[in-house]
């Protein structure tokens, strides 16, 4: 939900998203023909037989290593580092296709509120840019355990404060400290 992004990023824009289920996910990376990871440790669990090293892995395979939840050293942080790098993967293999083929495989997959025309415009900027000119950020925070009914859950709470000083950083947003008070409280 936009308003929610909005919220969290202190009243920062956010006009636009794109979401995407599982089986988009599946779909656009078979249809680029896999990408090539480095996956950091045998990944076993729940059906999950991802081996350790450097592989080409598909749609199916992909899905799994986006969703594996254990044994990264640094927990959900490092869960997400690993999700980045296959986003990237992602990205810098699609910037050399034809990307109309591969949103029409997985067109139904997709919900955003960005037109058709505003899409094929971002897509002609990332192919000339590159993957390289990408940047990602982890939202500054905390991850935390909690115990709830008796079940040990895991949560990760953002620090507003830290949000703006990401922001301002990136974005070079610039805010009186009052106005980023009231915009940066917790909910």
């Not at 495989?105 to 002609?124: L, P």
């Not at 703006?164 to 940066?184: F, M, N, P, Q």
């Amino acid at each position: 939900c936009v308003s929610a992004v909005r919220k969290v990023l202190c009243d920062a824009p956010a006009d636009y998203y794109l979401s995407i289920d599982y089986e988009g996910v599946e779909g656009i990376v078979d249809a680029i023909g896999g990408v090539e990871l480095e996956v950091p440790f045998d990944m076993e669990a729940g059906g999950i037989e991802i081996p350790k090293g450097k592989q080409v892995l598909y749609g199916k395979e992909a899905l799994q290593y986006l969703r594996y939840r254990k044994g990264y050293p640094d927990g959900d942080i490092g869960r997400i580092r690993a999700q980045q790098k296959l986003i990237k993967a992602v990205l810098g293999k699609t910037g050399k296709l034809e990307l109309t083929k591969i949103i029409s495989k997985v067109f139904g997959s997709i919900k955003t509120n960005m037109s058709i025309g505003y899409i094929a415009e971002c897509a002609e900027q990332f192919r000339k840019n590159g993957v390289e000119d990408i940047t990602m950020h982890i939202l500054p925070g905390t991850a935390m355990y909690k115990y709830i009914d008796g079940i040990n859950w895991s949560y990760y709470f953002h620090s507003p404060q830290k949000v703006k000083e990401l922001l301002d950083e990136v974005y070079g947003i610039e805010s009186t400290a009052e106005k980023t008070r009231k915009r940066c409280e917790p909910y």
